[in-house]
């Protein structure tokens, strides 16, 4: 998969593939190949025709003329799905599958042996640049596909690469994280209209306070507890609410909210 060959097939335009194909186009430079599009509704296929970027085209089509398959759809789809596409699939391209479940085993029985396969579980910020993607990258995947993989997504976040092993609570803490941030943050902006702010400006300060933690942690490295001890003064407000939070067991409600992903996410 060479640098003038890299064009990007999405096969499936739901929530997720959505927000894996703004972020592709929004990192999109000139010169670089179209993402074509794998859709099933004659009105995504015109929505799509109509961006510049993207194009859709008929799956065989996209399995032809792409080096890079993402295949964002249903897990139940994607056999019948490959059956479909694997006699167009180009020798030497890669089939990364972000379907919930789907194993490299379970990839590795419907590819042929000259396609590549890489498991992998992304996150809906991937619209707006922020995703995560976790990679389990098959035994014939090559660094330098690996590494092409992670260029293309690289427009829709951060990716980390881990064991296959690791996905299910790598999923937990990653491609569902995001729900649980925002419940956190929806029962702040309740706890805040019910103190008197006006719903609107509850909003504004709880998602600055969601975006801000998350920048300090990823720019100054340091771990979550010396960050959290450093807002916190002793008897002060925080301490208090802090107090508050760890009495309701919230250590141990998001522990068993991890394993319980986890868990569903190992089917």
């Keep these: 998969m060479s640098e003038q060959q890299r064009t990007t097939a999405i096969y499936g335009v739901g929530s997720m593939g959505g927000a894996i194909l703004e972020g592709l ?11 074509l599009a794998v859709v ?5 296929a015109r929505e799509l025709d109509a961006r510049d970027g993207a194009r859709s085209v008929a799956p065989e089509e996209a399995a032809a003329q792409a080096d890079l398959h ?5 897990p139940a789809v994607v056999p019948e799905l490959l059956e479909q596409v694997r006699d167009s699939l180009r020798p030497g391209s890669v089939v990364v599958s ?11 029985d419907l590819l042929p042996d000259e396609v590549a396969a890489i498991r992998g579980m992304p996150s809906t910020p991937a619209r707006v640049g922020q995703g995560m993607t976790v990679l389990s990258p098959g035994a014939s ?15 829709t976040g951060e990716t980390i690469v881990l064991p296959e092993t690791q996905q299910d609570v790598a999923t937990a803490l990653s491609g569902s994280a995001p729900a649980y941030f925002y419940l956190v943050v ?5 706890a805040g209209v019910a103190g008197g702010l006006p719903r609107a400006t509850a909003v504004e300060l709880a998602t600055q306070a969601a975006l ?3 920048t300090m942690m990823r720019e100054t490295g340091e771990e979550p507890a010396l960050l959290r001890a450093a807002v916190t003064s002793p008897g002060g407000s925080t301490a208090a609410a802090l107090r508050q939070l760890e009495a309701g067991g919230l250590r141990e409600t998001f522990a068993r909210a991890v394993e319980a992903c986890a868990r569903r996410s190992a089917g």
């Design 40 to 44: 099933r509704r004659e009105e995504q």
């Design 212 to 214: 801000g933690a998350g």
């Design 141 to 155: 995947v090559s660094q330098a596909q690996l590494d092409a993989v992670r260029e293309v997504l690289a427009a």
């Design 98 to 108: 972000l379907a919930l479940g789907v194993s490299l085993s379970d990839l590795g």
């Design 25 to 35: 186009l929004s990192g999109r430079r000139d010169g670089d190949p179209e993402v």
């Design 70 to 74: 993402l295949l964002v759809v249903k």
């Design 186 to 190: 929806e029962a702040l902006v309740d």
